[in-house]
């Protein structure tokens, strides 16, 4: 009752932020949206899953330095924090760095907001979700104005405008972390995100107009000491129709349709996402299948390899469906693994089902080296992925 009380009383703060904030929106220069931030709660996320609200998602600073590190440590925060209640609560946003940024007691985690940004944005590329769900950097004045004590001209190019940069870049969100005691119905709100826009604009970027005034919920202020574990975890209801295959050249992490095993990391290539950033990979060790201990049976899945193009990877799930004599009836409509509906997760189901049939008689898990062998079971719901 007290959290559907506070949810009312901030969908009413929007309103009228949004009335406050109309001297901008008004030129259609900014959107400006107020979002409530919270730290990444099941509690808080199963009592918002009853209203309309947006709300954003904060990656605390605990967790910058696993979800920095890899894709793959990205994609377990992702799946813990955001896919498991998405889109129950309606996540539109994932906030990195607002407790990191423009804090001189955090500088040690500065260069970590970025490659958290891009391993978390690259995972809901591949989902197809990059565009329902934002990534975000959180700023104060405190960073951006040349006469604040806390203004760094190393700051600003090292840190800020890369920032700033890849934001813009991927369409992304820019948030403002308001100043202690903000209150969004006052002239305070208007001038904050005029003064913000500004400072964007002096530094060089222009497209930047989307802009998140966030509002502190209690839940943020809590410490969360969390360490992140391989679990798996359910698949969202609205993935992506179509797949988003990768540019040319570019190897992408494990396919996101494979639910990570309990600490068993999936065996794949190195990985970088689109627009040539450049991300830690996933396992700097060789591709090949790790060794199974002595007296243990190794357990292996072939699974497509989501950097190939969308036709190849059709063209050789044909052949697997086909003239392979796969089981292809659950990827079907209305089969078990018809959902997510997409050409990575179909052919994984295909090759897996073609490899484990024809493995003892010569079969390989190839298919024109789209396929890739993994030890984590990537069955999830009621999708069983078949072992022999």
């Known amino acids: 009752m007290m959290f559907a009380t506070q949810m009312l009383k901030a969908l009413l703060l929007l309103q009228l932020f949004f009335l406050c904030s109309y001297a901008l929106t008004g030129a259609g220069q900014e959107s400006v949206e107020l979002l409530n931030l919270y730290e990444a709660n099941p509690e808080v996320f199963q009592a918002s899953s009853h209203s309309a609200l947006p709300i954003a998602v904060s990656v605390g600073a605990e967790n910058l ?4 590190s890899s894709v793959l440590m990205a994609e377990t925060w992702l799946r813990t924090h955001v896919l498991s209640h998405y889109p129950a609560a309606k996540i539109t946003t994932i906030v990195a760095g607002n407790t990191v940024l423009c804090d001189k007691g955090q500088e040690h985690k500065l260069d970590l907001v970025l490659p958290s940004l891009k391993n978390i944005y690259h995972s809901l590329t591949r989902w197809g979700l990059e565009k329902e769900i934002k990534v975000s950097a959180a700023f104060s004045s405190n960073c951006l104005h040349p006469y604040s004590a806390f203004y760094r001209d190393d700051l600003a190019e090292k840190v800020i405008k890369p920032l700033l940069e890849f934001l813009q870049n991927t369409n992304s969100t820019y948030s403002v972390n ?3 005691n903000f209150s969004p119905l006052s002239d305070e709100s208007v001038s904050l995100v ?3 826009s500004e400072s964007i604009v002096k530094l ?3 497209e930047l107009k989307n802009i998140n005034v966030l509002a502190f919920s209690p839940e943020e202020k809590k410490s969360m000491s969390r ?6 975890y359910s698949v969202p209801a609205n993935i992506a129709k179509k797949p988003h295959p990768p540019l040319s050249q570019i190897a992408s992490p494990p396919s996101l349709t494979i639910p990570f095993a309990p600490e068993v990391p999936p065996v ?3 990985a970088n996402p689109p627009f040539g950033f450049t991300l830690p990979p996933c396992n700097p060790s060789s591709p090949s299948a790790p060794a199974p201990e002595r007296g243990v049976i190794q357990k292996l899945w072939c699974v497509a390899k989501p950097s190939v193009p969308a036709e190849t990877l059709q063209e050789a799930m044909d052949y697997a ?3 392979g004599g796969a089981a292809c009836e659950e990827i079907q409509p209305h089969g078990n693994c018809y959902n997510p509906d997409t050409i990575v997760a179909h052919a994984s189901y295909a090759f897996n089902s073609y490899w484990q049939k024809h493995k003892r008689s ?11 062998l993994i030890n984590a079971d990537p069955s999830f719901l009621h999708c069983r992925f078949v072992l022999n």
């Open 65 to 68: 330095n696993e979800v920095s």
């Open 178 to 180: 308001p100043p202690p």
């Open 194 to 196: 005029s003064s913000h």
């Open 204 to 206: 060089g970027f222009f």
């Open 227 to 232: 360490k992140l574990s391989f679990v798996a």
């Open 268 to 270: 794949m290539d190195p």
């Open 321 to 323: 469906c086909g003239a």
């Open 362 to 372: 010569g079969g390989t898990c190839s298919f024109g080296g789209t396929a890739m």
